[in-house]
C-alpha cells in the first residue's frame, strides 16, 4: 500500500526529533526481545538433540519418558540425572552416578557411539522467573550467576524483569488502544451531535468516574479470581473516559468550521465527516494525553501487584519486585532495579508520544 505524501511528511518530522526516534529504536528493541524471553532467560534449553531428533523445551512439553526416564511427568532439565540420560542416548548408567558418567562421555571412555551422543543448547540466562534457585541465603546480591541478584523467594531477578516488562509492555498496549479507541468514539459522538446527546453522555460521565474502580477490582477479583485479562478488561472498563473530554472539546469547536458545513451541504455522511475529516485534525490534541494514558496504565498494574490486587501470585511483575525492595530494605539491588525498569521504560515512551505528536502537528517544523 503506498504512503501518501502527508504520512511521509510526518515520518521525516518524527526522525528529525532525534530524542523520539532513538527511544523508539532502543524500546522497540527492548520489546522484540522481551517477546523472545522464553529464549533469553528459561531453565529449559532452547533446542535438545537426543538421538538425532530435535525437541523444543521452550515451547512444548515433554515428558522425562521421552529421553529415556521413569516418570511421565515433565523433565527437570537442570538435573543432572536428565541431563546424562540426553547427551548419553537414554543409558539407564546415569541413574547411578549421572556426572561421573557424563564426564566419562565427553572424555569417550564409554562405549556410547558418537551418533548417540546428545546436546542441548541452554538460554544465555538459565533461569525461569519462577525458578526457585538454591544459593543460600535469599535475597543474594548479585553475581555471575544472577547478574542482579535474586530476590526474596530466591527467584532470578533479571529473568523477572524481562518477562515483567515483556507483561507490562503488552498489558498496557492493550490496554491503551482498546481503551482510546472507545474514549475517541465516545468524545466524537458527544462533540459532534451536541444538545441532548451531549447531556446524556455528560452525566453517565459523570456517575462512571465517581464509581470506585479499586473496590470494584477487589470485588470482582474475590469473586473470580485474579487473572491477566479480567484485569485488562476492568482497566478499560474505567480507563476509557481518559480521552473523551479532549475529544469531545476538538469536535465541540470543529463542528462549525466551513469545511464541515460544506460537507453537510454536499451529503457527506456524519461518520465520513467525524472520523475522516474532523478526526485528523483533532489527533494533536488525542496524542498529547497517550503518553499519560500508556505511563498511568503501567504504574497502575505496578500499583496494583503492589498492593496485592494485580496479576495472579508468582507473576513476573514490576510492582511486586517493588514491593520486596520496600520489604527487603538489606538488599538495595532489589530497589535500584525497580527504580531504573520503570524509569527508563516510561522515559523512553513519554519521547516516543513526544516525538509522534509533534509529528503530527503541522504547525511543528524540525531544522
Given amino acids: ?13 518524527f526522525r528529525r526529533n532525534s530524542r523520539a526516534f532513538w527511544s523508539l529504536v532502543i524500546f522497540s528493541t527492548l520489546f522484540v526481545l522481551s517477546l523472545f524471553a522464553e529464549l533469553i532467560a528459561n531453565d529449559k534449553p532452547v533446542i535438545v538433540n537426543y538421538r538425532g531428533e530435535y525437541y523444543f523445551p521452550s515451547y512444548k512439553f515433554y515428558p522425562e519418558t521421552t529421553f529415556g526416564g521413569d516418570f511421565g511427568t515433565q523433565a527437570i532439565y537442570s538435573d543432572p540425572a536428565v541431563q546424562c540420560l540426553i547427551v548419553s542416548g537414554g543409558r539407564e548408567e546415569c541413574w547411578d552416578e549421572p556426572e561421573d558418567f557424563m564426564a566419562a562421555v ?25 525458578t526457585i534457585n538454591n544459593v543460600g541465603t535469599a535475597p543474594s546480591a548479585p553475581d555471575a550467576n544472577h547478574w542482579l541478584g535474586t530476590d526474596d523467594t530466591a527467584r532470578d531477578v533479571t529473568a523477572r524483569v524481562i518477562y515483567g516488562f515483556r507483561t507490562s509492555v503488552l498489558f498496557a498496549l492493550i490496554v491503551t488502544v482498546v481503551a482510546s479507541s472507545i474514549g475517541i468514539a465516545a468524545g466524537a459522538i458527544q462533540g459532534y451531535f451536541g444538545g441532548r446527546t451531549d447531556l ?31 484485569l485488562v478488561f476492568v482497566t478499560i472498563l474505567f480507563g476509557w473516559p481518559a480521552l473523551v473530554g479532549v475529544v469531545r472539546a476538538e469536535f465541540l469547536r470543529a463542528r462549525n468550521f466551513e469545511y464541515v458545513r460544506a460537507a453537510r451541504a454536499l451529503g457527506v455522511s456524519d461518520r ?33 501487584d503492589y498492593l496485592g ?16 525492595a520496600k520489604q527487603n530494605l538489606q538488599a538495595p539491588w532489589l530497589a535500584f532495579t525497580a527504580f531504573f525498569t520503570f524509569a527508563i521504560m516510561l522515559s523512553l515512551l ?14 511543528k517544523t524540525f531544522r
Avoid: C, K
Avoid at 452525566?203 to 485474579?226: D, H, K, M
Fill in 1 to 13: 500500500m503506498a504512503i501518501s505524501e502527508l504520512n511521509r511528511r510526518r515520518w521525516r518530522n
Fill in 106 to 130: 565427553r572424555s569417550g571412555l564409554t562405549d556410547v557411539p558418537r551418533d548417540e551422543q546428545g546436546w542441548m543448547i541452554w538460554p544465555p540466562i538459565p533461569y525461569h522467573f519462577r
Fill in 200 to 230: 446524556v453522555f455528560q452525566r453517565i460521565l459523570e456517575i462512571w468516574a465517581s464509581t470506585p474502580s479499586l473496590y470494584v477490582i477487589i470485588i470482582l477479583f474475590a469473586i473470580l479470581g485474579r487473572s491477566f485479562w479480567l
Fill in 272 to 304: 465520513t465527516i467525524m472520523f475522516r475529516h474532523i478526526l485528523p485534525n483533532a489527533m494533536v490534541a488525542t496524542l498529547t494525553m497517550l503518553p499519560f494514558v500508556v505511563t498511568g496504565t503501567i504504574a497502575g498494574l505496578a500499583a496494583l
Fill in 309 to 324: 490486587y494485580g496479576l495472579p501470585a508468582g507473576s513476573a511483575s514490576l510492582g511486586e519486585m517493588a514491593l520486596q
Fill in 350 to 363: 513519554v519521547f516516543i508520544f513526544e516525538g509522534v505528536r509533534d509529528a503530527f502537528d503541522p504547525r
